[in-house]
């Protein structure tokens, strides 16, 4: 752990608790759009973990998870530092938005550019303050528009840092899921830093059962790095899911589900079914393997080719 932090030209000592603000840019309306940052220090020397939310604007569980934890005062580590950004992407917090206002998205612009376009520009900004100092991190996401994840972890599991902190975290499921070219997550492995992703819920909905997991398993894994006290025991339950599989829709209708996340399926199962809205036509949807829902779309609309069913195992 470094004696001293730098973040936005503000010098951060062991010992000291800060909030700076992150300047990134301005709106055509000249309001300077700031990433807050909160900076927690230990004066004994530990890891750096970065907890980070609202990558995409619209996934309010993971703000959710680190709001709660600034404002229980979870944060303050026995040893070490934690970095907690409850909201990365302001722009498309305050559009209710996935992507910036340029329509990118900006965790498939990383590492970044500083003179590229304004997801790039935050990538660039965000890699270059606060990624130097990290060692490990969790990466709070939520289901897209109307697709419900049940709480799990992703990561890389043939990286053994990555199993660790993963089991530590101890989340009803753990997927082995493959980097994504312009993720945070990719860039942080390329300079050997472990990033953990957490899924739950959908955008714009707050999912308490996520949100709840989310919580715990973070102290669960600060526990482990022994920069907390103590922390919640280890579910015994947790399914480790090395494949996955999506079901898409092969016909436009109405969708009809008729499982929810984190059943149990099997192979062939009935899971639900399109018909279209004149009564006419009605198709029954079967499961493409046996494992678990750990995805739902809620959308009673769907087009072709929509993913309907995501199956863990």
Not at 157 to 172: R, T, V, Y
């Amino acid at each position: 752990m470094p004696e001293t932090i730098v973040i936005n030209g503000k010098s951060i000592d062991r010992g000291e608790k800060v909030l700076t603000k992150l300047v990134i840019s301005k709106l055509p309306s000249g309001t300077v759009i700031e990433i807050p940052i909160y900076v927690f220090r230990s004066v004994h020397d530990g890891p750096v973990v970065l907890l980070m939310a609202g990558m995409h604007g619209d996934e309010v569980n993971g703000i959710e998870i680190v709001r709660r934890m600034l404002s229980k005062k979870m944060l303050y580590p026995l040893k070490g530092t934690i970095i907690a950004v409850p909201i990365l992407n302001i722009y498309g917090f305050l559009n209710f938005s996935r992507q910036v206002p340029d329509g990118k998205d900006v965790n498939r612009s990383f590492p970044g550019n500083r003179d590229g376009s304004l997801a790039s520009r935050v990538a660039h900004r965000f890699m270059k303050e606060v990624m130097p100092y990290v060692d490990y991190g969790v990466d709070f996401h939520t289901g897209g528009s109307s697709r419900t994840n049940y709480p799990q972890i992703r990561c890389v599991m043939s990286n053994k840092k990555n199993e660790e902190l993963a089991k530590a975290f101890s989340a009803p499921f753990i997927l082995n899921a493959g980097y994504r070219q312009g993720s945070l997550r990719k860039e942080a492995a390329k300079i050997d830093k472990s990033i953990l992703v957490f899924e739950t819920g959908e955008s714009l909905r707050f999912d308490e059962l996520g949100i709840r997991e989310g919580m715990e398993g973070t102290m669960r894994l600060l526990h482990h790095l022994g920069m907390l006290a103590s922390a919640p025991a280890s579910r015994e339950d947790t399914k480790v899911c090395m494949k996955d599989i999506w079901l898409r829709a092969k016909n436009a209708g109405l969708f009809r589900s008729t499982i929810k996340v984190g059943d149990y399926v099997k192979k062939n199962q009935v899971v639900g079914s399109i018909t279209d809205p004149y009564g006419e036509m009605e198709v029954r949807l079967n499961a493409p393997a046996n494992g678990y829902v750990v995805g739902l779309n809620n959308m009673p609309v769907v087009n072709q080719g929509d993913a309907i069913l995501h199956i863990a195992f």
